[in-house]
Structure formats: C-alpha cells, structure tokens
C-alpha cells in the first residue's frame, strides 16, 4: 500500500429484491396465517452519494416520494440500531401491490428495508431474526412471514421476539382473483373496530374453521373453504368498513366461487376460485354482481406463488 492512502472497505454489490404481495388473516386465522400472492414489488438497490428513487408500475407517486420513504426508514433504522452507517443508495422500483388496501404492502416495504440493511450492513441474520424484525415493526408475524417465506404459511412470535414460521405446501392449484376497491384503509383504523374481549363460543369456532382450513390447503379440498373460511374475530366488526366483504360473501357456493375472505385488514377481498372454471369468466360473472349492487372493484386475477423475498439476498440459514 502507498504511503499516506487510507484502506477503504469495499462497498457491498448491487442487489434486487423481488417481494411478494401478501393476504393475511384467511377468515378465520386472525393474525396467524398468510399467503403470498403472485403480484410483487421489485427493488434495485445500489450504493450511491446520496439518497434517490425511481418508482414506476402502481401507485408510483407513492413508491417514489423520497420523503417519509418506508423502505428507507426502515433501513436507516435497522443499521442505526445495529451502531453502523447507513450508506446512501440510489432504489429503482417497480410495484405491482396495492398500498394501503390490505395487500402487505407494508409489509414488504419494511422487508426491502431491513434486506437492504442486512445487504449493506453485512449483517449476519436468520431468516427468522429478519421476519421478527419485520413482524415487530408490523405488530404481527404473518404478512411478514409470507412474504419473505413465499407460499402458506403459520407464524407466531416467541418470548424472545423472533418468529416462529411453519410453512404449508398447498395441494393443488389455487386460482384467486383479488378484488381491490378505489378507497384504502389503514390497519389502525381497522383495528380500532375490534373488540377488546371474545365469547367463548366465537373462539371455539375460530379455532376449529382455522384447523379445517389448514386441512383444505394441505389435503386440496376446495370444497371445504366454504365453511372454513368463516369467521367470528374480525370480518363481522370490519365489514362496515369494507362493504365489498358482505356483497361478495354472497357469492360462496355459487358456481366456480369457492370462499371469499377479507384480505388482512382489508378494504380488499380474496376470492377463492374452482380451479377448473375459467378465470375470465368468473371475473365478468363478480363484476356484474358488483355493478348490480353498486359496488366498484378492480378485479386482478392471481394465485399462491411459492416465490418468497428470501431468494433475494445472502444470509445465513437457520
């Protein structure tokens, strides 16, 4: 080395993310269970002089707006309180998830951030220390788990704060169309409508409808959401706020419409679809329900992807 110049450790490589969107609650499962649905938020992240996005895809005002940046939060944060710098970086986005309509856009935003900070922080955390991170700073473990795990999954937080992730290999095909309304709604909002205490009879079936979900995933019987998807927790408190829930509720056992749930806290809806009708169909068959009661809806046809945020970046497994 040349007198008088300094060592400089070299800068962490580019890195992309890709994070799926993510339908929390399934009915009954309040808070425990999550899918990964097949609409995702790309992330480019490379170091920089200073901070600076590029958004593009939905609700790219939104994904742009450096101030109050989610992703960028969240990566300051984690690296402050891991005592390190946060280099600036220059983010390319491209969103395909709905803010703010119960889809884990949050959710994957505060991920991007904190693989953002594990990437160019060289930070050596598990996949598990990385969604209880999440899950933390989103008050519960399911969004987060699926989105970075891909698929079903189960999850809960341990004493220590970590998560505890049980993964389920659905059986079959699983056709889904995702009905999302104009008007968003925060998940404070909608956890405010909750009450404080249960009837015991209201937890019974909560857990029996959970349980026989799990079984419908697991074993492929579609036919069985119809009931398993009923809920006594949080869809009667939130349907006021979400009236695209009882209108389309009205739909389950009609052909092809297998079981409808709300969406984590909604204001959208996940329709279970028969996966032998046609998707096009269905979808002209709910808009028309919609249209004759006066309810408006983008109808955005997706499945279960097993593709979680995971895949994304190094870190070592558990």
Known sequence: MSPGKKSRQPHASAVQLVLPATSANLGPAFDAAALALALFLRVSARAATEFSVVASGRDAEICGRLEGHLILTTYREVLQAEGKQAPPLALRIDNQIPIGKGCGSSA????????????????????????????RREHHPDNAAACWMGGLVVARMSGSGEAQVAPIKPKGRWPLLLAVPPESLSTEAARRVLPAQYLRADAVANIQNSMLL???????????????????????????????????????????????????????????????????????????HLRARGLAAELIPTAITPRGASRGISRPKL
């Open 214 to 288: 799990l079984a419908a995933f697991a074993q492929g019987r579609g036919d069985w959401l119809a009931c398993a998807l009923e809920d006594r927790m949080h869809q009667p408190y939130r349907a006021p706020l979400c009236p695209l829930l009882p209108g389309l509720q009205e739909l389950v056992g009609t052909p092809g419409i297998l079981g409808v749930a709300l969406s984590g806290a909604g204001p959208s809806v996940l329709l279970f679809l028969d996966h032998k009708v046609n998707v096009d169909r269905a979808r002209t068959r709910v808009a028309e």
């Open 108 to 135: 994957a935003a505060r991920l991007a951030g904190i693989a953002l900070a594990v990437h160019f922080g060289r930070l050596r955390w598990s996949d598990s220390r990385i969604v209880g991170e999440a899950a």
